[in-house]
């Protein structure tokens, strides 16, 4: 039976959430086909994340290796290619990160194999596989053929697609492989984890956030945004106007020039919803947007919009929930 290999990625003993992203699209393509998903999963010590993906993969093929602890393009790649032509999946799939950028065209030209990049979407039609990508700063989506082949590659952008677990679990079963790498992989070495800085935060793993653009108009209005974040429990981010000014440091951008997020809620006030800062926050469950221009393009993506100026809601709405949560404001 065909297989569609999906590359899962771990970083300090976390599945990453791009690994059941893709997994989930594996699943709907093989729905659709006469195939059926395999996780690939490369470490060590990690059995336990291989029996997490039987819960969303048919087979997990589990190489551990000492030398697999962190991330080593030239270890996957060794280990990666033998996996492919012994079992020629119909496609490979990577997250389109740091780990798919690096590793995804050494392969794909080891191995001969068509590569597409930060895919939107993937679909197997007669004549092979189409891929959708984003085209002049994401203004325009493309749809395109791959050359037919017997195995084709493909990154994934992350928050693409929306991760679910099967409705009806593949019981899936952990095939453990032996690893190939006898010598040492002395091309790149491991150094450490360069973790942000203290008081720093990761917006990408934020639940509510609040996003503020142009519309804050000066540095001074930052307090009072920082009290509503502080009521609702949520993060600042920011477009990237606010940003150049100085006012929030650049790991708080949201865009395709900043970071994608999709939190449960994405509270955008004053942002005007350009596509570059569209990208990065599309996948948010909720989105409300709050602006005075009627024809914002925010408005398009946002399943709740207020047509107001953000100086008359914010009050409004901090006093409204610490009126829910029986404080004085």
């Known amino acids: 039976m065909a297989k569609i290999f999906v590359l899962v990625e771990h970083r300090q003993g976390r599945l990453r959430d791009i690994t059941f992203e893709m997994l989930t699209k594996a699943n709907e393509l093989t729905e659709k086909t006469d195939a059926e998903t395999t996780a690939v999963l490369l470490g060590n010590n990690i059995v336990e994340h291989a029996k997490t993906l039987t819960e969303y993969a048919k087979t997990v093929l589990l190489v551990q290796d000492p030398k697999l602890e962190n991330f080593n393009s030239e270890a996957y790649r060794k280990i990666l290619a033998k996996l492919i032509t012994e079992h020629k999946p119909s496609l490979v799939m990577m997250g389109h990160t740091s780990y798919g950028i690096e590793l995804a065209p050494r392969l794909a030209t080891a191995l001969g194999t068509p590569l597409a990049t930060d895919c939107l979407d993937l679909t197997f039609e007669a004549d092979g596989l189409a891929v959708t990508r984003q085209m002049y700063g994401g203004k325009v989506n493309v749809k395109a053929m791959l050359r037919k ?92 106007p606010i940003v150049d000014k100085g006012w929030l440091p650049s790991d708080r951008q949201v865009g395709s020039s900043g970071k994608t997020v999709k939190p449960k809620l994405y509270l955008a006030l004053g942002i005007s919803g350009a596509f570059q800062h569209v990208l990065g926050m599309k996948s948010s469950d909720l989105i409300i947007a709050v602006n005075k221009d009627p024809k914002a393009p925010i408005f398009s993506f946002a399943d709740y919009g207020i047509v107001e100026d953000l100086f008359k809601i914010v009050p409004a709405l901090k006093g409204k929930i610490y009126e829910l949560k029986g404080q004085k404001a």
């Open 149 to 240: 082949a017997e195995t084709y590659m493909t990154t994934v952008r992350q928050a693409t697609f929306t991760a679910e677990k099967p409705a009806t679990p593949p019981n899936g079963q952990i095939a453990e492989v032996p690893s190939l790498l006898t010598e040492e992989i002395a091309e790149k070495r491991f150094l450490q984890y360069v973790l942000p800085p203290s008081g720093g935060v990761d917006i990408t793993a934020a639940e509510k956030l609040i996003g503020i653009g142009r519309g804050i108009k000066d540095q001074t209005n930052m307090s009072m945004i920082e009290e509503l974040a502080k009521t609702l429990g949520a993060v600042l981010a920011c477009s990237r």
